[in-house]
């Protein structure tokens, strides 16, 4: 009777973190589309993610003092995990994937960084011995294929060798981004970690800016969107809150609840929330080939899904208070 009891919780747990992580999908997902207004009204795209990154910080530095309460050990302890998220997570992810946009396709420079949930299961087979089983194996196959129509790369679209050895690095910094999150073992709440993470992050894309690695312009001229003109702080505060702020902490609780391997796929599902944002405020439609990607991106998914381990084997211990 036990084991069935731990079962379903287990089974529950499993669910509950989907929908989470769906969650998270769809709030990084709207990023792209508030921070095309700002680019095509003069923003640079370095300038838009460290304000990014910088509001997020912000509004989460008071909750993440509160979770920290009595767990300043666990921060000491903890230290190099917390500085390699800061700077992998979030600081390499965002500066790398804007190296590789200045001197190739955006198209092909996202496709390779969302090479990062291929690149987890990779790591945890050779690093763990967690080899994949052929399901989960065909699956990423068909999620890759379906992320190659959706950001239509198909066409001929060019690139150079350093531009896709940016991508390759924007590609490590996001499969820290589950590797690390998926970390139970910290007794850093998720709040606490995605905190910390962010204000890391922004002083280093600050620092990137302050020397030059990153061209950082910015304009306060309104910022046009499909639904009309609004003042430029709220395509920041939109992208701050929903798209970071909120989005890191509902990542890294699934991460936690999901493992790092089928949370990273579900992660895939950021690319048809950009597709719908896209809609949304630019009215951006996708062509038919890229809503077949869409389908086979879900499909790859489900199959991932199918072909886990048992929920014994996938679902890792949540910390023993979540803030």
Known sequence: MSVMTSDTARRSRVGVGLAIAIGAALSFGMSGAWARGLIDAGWTPGAAVTARVWVAALVLLV???????????AVRRNAGMVVAYGLLAVTATQLFYFQAVARMDVGIALLIEYTAPIAVVMWLWLRRGEKP?????????????GLVLMLDVVTGASADVIGILWALGAMVG???????????DTGLPPIALAGLGLLLGAVGLTLAGIIGVVPMTWTTTDIAYRFGSVPWFVPVLAIGLGATALAYVLGIMSTRMLGSRLASFIALAEVVAAMFFGWLLLGQLPDLLQGLGAVLVLVGVVLVKLGEPAASELVEPLPERAA
């Open 63 to 73: 909750p993440t003092l509160i979770a920290l309460r009595g767990r300043w050990s």
């Open 133 to 145: 089983t052929r399901r989960s194996i065909i699956g990423a196959v068909i999620a890759f294929a």
């Open 174 to 184: 996001a499969a820290s981004y589950f590797l690390l999150s998926a970390r139970s």
